[in-house]
């Protein structure tokens, strides 16, 4: 697994990795507290950073970053519906199969290969029965503690 990031940044509930690709963002990591943070050390960086903590004192906050084209075509169609999804709000894997004549399997495969978490929020898609896993992740641990962190801060659900 490649740990190289252009940045590490603090956030509330461990730390942030970045990755870069010439003047678009190409990924965006959840890392645990151990990693080291790196300081963001150019103008794209910066806006990563300053977009993210914006985030973390206002769950309103608008991202505009610039965002490498990824993904598959229907992986595209499920993030374009979590977009849709407003702050606070929540989906259901189901839900969105259903809108693209798909399976939830499926678009929970392509919840997990989110490049871009945060930003494009993913953690507001949950199980028909309950929180659902996170970033491939379905048992507790890390992941899902940062899934109930973000939800609780955009006040979709309390602890």
Known sequence: MQHHFDAVLPAPFGKVGVRIDGAHVHEIVYLP???????PDNALLKR??????AYYAN???VFD???AARGTEFQRKVWD???AVPRGGLTTYGAIAKSLQSMPRAV????GQNWFPIVVPCHR???????GGFAHHGEEGFY????RWLLCHEGAMLL
């Open 48 to 53: 990563v950073a300053e977009q993210l903590d």
């Open 59 to 61: 769950a309103d906050t």
């Open 144 to 147: 899902l503690s940062v899934k």
């Open 65 to 67: 970053l610039p965002l």
């Open 125 to 131: 898609v949950v199980a028909a029965n309950g929180l």
């Open 108 to 111: 929970g495969q392509a919840c």
């Open 81 to 83: 519906a979590i977009c």
């Open 33 to 39: 507290d151990h990693f080291a943070e790196v300081a």
